[in-house]
């Protein structure tokens, strides 16, 4: 149970050393936030300047949020390049500025290397020409499967370089997952390393990469960066990217894009069926991503900024990559976990680097208070300002350790709820604000939230109330579309609650009018700040020989928000055993990846079912969370007895 103490609200603090005067005040943001809304396209003109176009937009705001007309276009008339964006323009004054700070895995083993404006053009316009002599044209598909080393960034700003379109694949998901992108997007080529280091073991990406290749046309190409120098097969298809990288012109001039031409595709877990690609581009999300990242994080020309996540998510795409480069900071780009070589690891960065933001995600902070004050109090973290949460709520006991311990209750922390799909923030306090540990409160400028009636649709106004968040109106960074499949955008995000953005969360809105997500409404469970979708466990589990069905469910887990519990029946003749549980483990993380393992597998002779067939969920859940007191109506079960047998055998006790 939350003490109301844990969640008392509180001022913005003061910061240990005096820091820059904030962009935004808290009475700005009023004001700001109303005009946002009452003219949103003068609104946005302004803010659209925070980039260089090369042809300057006339027209702001062209979106419909109609049934069967879901049309969203931002600044149309406007073109750019966004590497020109994040770097050629920067060069003028910060050529030797470091872009990048690059972190690697084992800290013992090698250095972290600066990169500056300056070399990161060189680099960038090298791997563009790399790209385009290996017949890579604008529009063109790119995947990329690599680890967090600077070649990632380099990749992504070639790509944009060039016009054509990435599609980054985290290096944690299987060959088979690997595959269904490539094939999903039609890709040409794919950039991966030959072995990827991460908290002192690696994963073989080439080797990867070849198994997924062998479901994919001839024809695909694949580029190799050597990170380890490790051992890899050598086809007709593999480029040597270090090689051709050397040999290439350092001069590759930056195509000129529409603001609606696709900047990215990136593939992501829903409610139904296979992930599905969501597509962001060009103009509207750069403007986004930059304006976000300096107004949430209250970023400063000088500041050092350090975002955890990877680049294979959107957090990585916005807050490690486009945002801070668009606005000519120092990112860091770290390839290790939390915990290795040790449990101080963050805390020994953030002092090394004198980080200024910091931006993680609850899961790291719950599992790095777990293993005790000492970790963190050992390193220096004064120069900290900023703090940040994304990917899931953060619980109060969490957000108060981050605030106490990490921050000496002198940095304000920034809960950031967005989504793949939003492309940037968009409930989140600001620096300024007064906070509440474990509400994303209020909106971004532009974001205009709704809470609905669940069943009705119903708009619900006033204060304390719970319901579905929606969005009434577009913002620039929004996603467009769903690869090759409009359809599915307008019915997975617009069918629901016609007229409104479907975020597929639950959210309540408190007596103050702040906002408290309180998580998926929709068959999505968030893993350690990882979004899967219960479906493609299941299918990944019946694809099994020995797997008749499988329902799978998430249950709150200490550590890592959510976790995976999958109830299996087996087909006739088979026995269950703790080897067939090990092998099931296995298939998974072979069918998707290592995040996608079931946590507990429960063995279940029947699903309870309706008479109709369809598997009653809400039960399932509740005997997940070993909350069984609690079922609600069983009556409409075809068989009642199933649901005995899954509380007496149930794996999740207290
Ligand atoms: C950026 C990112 C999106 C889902 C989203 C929600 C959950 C993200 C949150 C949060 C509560 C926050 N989520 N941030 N829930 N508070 N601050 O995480 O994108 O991977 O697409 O996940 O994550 O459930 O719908 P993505």
Not at 132 to 147: A, H, S, T
Not at 409 to 415: N, R, S
Not at 420 to 429: D, I, S
Not at 614 to 642: H, N
Request: charged share 25%; hydrophobic share 35%; aromatic share 10%.
């Amino acid at each position: 149970m939350q003490s109301t103490d844990l969640i008392k609200p509180i001022d913005a603090p003061t910061p240990t050393k005096p820091g820059p005067t904030p962009h935004v005040s808290a009475a700005d943001y009023s004001s700001m936030y109303a005009a946002s809304l009452n003219d949103p396209d003068a609104f946005w003109a302004e803010q659209g300047q925070r980039v260089d176009w090369m042809k300057p937009f006339t027209k702001v705001k062209n979106t419909s949020f109609e049934p069967d007309n879901i049309d969203i276009r931002w600044f149309e008339d406007g073109t750019l390049n966004v590497s020109a964006n994040c770097i050629d323009r920067h060069l003028a004054d910060r050529a030797d500025q470091t872009a990048i700070i690059w972190e690697p895995d084992d800290p013992r083993t090698e250095d972290a290397r600066h990169i500056t404006y300056a070399q990161l053009h060189r680099s960038v316009s090298k791997m563009a020409n790399v790209l385009r002599d290996l017949g890579v044209e604008k529009g063109d598909r790119v995947i990329i499967y690599l680890p967090m080393i600077p070649e990632a960034a380099y990749a992504m700003l070639a790509c944009t370089r060039i016009g054509a379109i990435h599609s980054i694949v985290f290096a944690g998901f299987s060959p088979d997952a690997l595959g269904a992108r490539i094939n999903g997007c039609d890709a040409k080529i794919v950039i991966t390393a030959d072995h990827a280091p991460r908290g002192g073991r690696e994963t073989p990406l080439k080797s990867n990469t070849d198994t997924a290749l062998l479901h994919c046309k001839d024809d695909v190409k694949c580029l190799v960066v050597k990170r380890t120098g490790g051992q890899t097969t050598w086809t007709d298809r593999d480029y040597d990217c270090n090689a051709l990288m050397a040999e290439a012109s350092a001069d590759c001039p930056a195509v000129e894009m529409a603001a609606e031409d696709p900047l990215f595709i990136l593939y992501t877990s829903g409610s139904t069926g296979q992930p599905k690609g969501v597509v962001h581009t060009t103009g509207g999300y750069l403007v986004y991503a930059a304006m976000t990242h300096e107004i949430v994080f209250d970023y400063h020309d000088g500041d050092i900024f350090w975002c955890t996540a990877d680049v294979g998510w959107v957090t990585g795409h916005s807050y490690i990559v486009y945002g801070p480069l668009a606005n000519g900071g120092t990112t860091i780009m770290f390839e290790g976990v939390p915990t290795y070589p040790d449990a101080g690891r963050f805390w020994d960065v953030c002092a090394k680097h004198k980080v200024n933001q910091f931006y993680t995600a609850p899961t790291a902070i719950r599992a790095l208070m777990g293993a005790g004050n000492d970790w963190v109090e050992k390193h220096d973290l004064s120069d900290l300002r900023v703090l940040g949460s994304v990917g899931e709520p953060i619980n109060p006991e969490a957000w108060n350790w981050y605030n106490e311990v990490v921050g000496k209750g002198k940095c304000p922390i920034v809960d950031t709820f967005w989504q793949t799909e939003t492309g940037g923030h968009m409930l989140t306090p600001l620096p300024c604000t007064k906070l509440k540990p474990g509400a994303a409160q209020q909106p971004f400028f532009g974001v205009q939230p709704v809470v609905l009636e669940p069943t009705s649709g119903q708009i619900i106004d006033g204060n304390d109330v719970e319901g579905v968040l929606c969005i009434a109106d577009s913002w620039p960074g929004q996603m467009r579309t769903v690869w090759g499949d409009h359809e599915r955008f307008e019915k997975t995000y617009f069918s629901d609650y016609k007229g409104y953005y479907f975020s597929g969360d639950g959210c309540r809105r408190d007596a103050d009018g702040d906002y408290w997500i309180t998580g998926r409404v929709d068959d999505v469970i968030n893993v350690s700040g990882h979004r899967m979708g219960t479906a493609e466990v299941e299918s990944a589990l019946v694809a099994h020989p020995k797997v008749a069905e499988s329902a799978v469910v998430g249950y709150p887990h200490d550590v890592k928000g959510q976790g995976i519990y999958a109830y299996v029946t087996l087909m006739n003749g088979q026995e269950p055993s703790d080897e067939l549980r090990k092998e099931l483990e296995k298939w998974v993380r072979t069918e998707i990846g290592p995040i996608a393992k079931p946590d507990l597998i429960q063995w279940a002779p029947g699903l309870p079912k309706t008479r109709s067939g369809k598997i009653m969920r809400r039960i399932l859940r509740k005997i997940a969370e070993d909350d069984f007191g609690a079922l609600g109506d069983t009556s409409t079960l075809a068989d009642p007895s199933v649901v005995d047998d899954l509380i007496e055998n149930r794996m999740n006790r207290g």
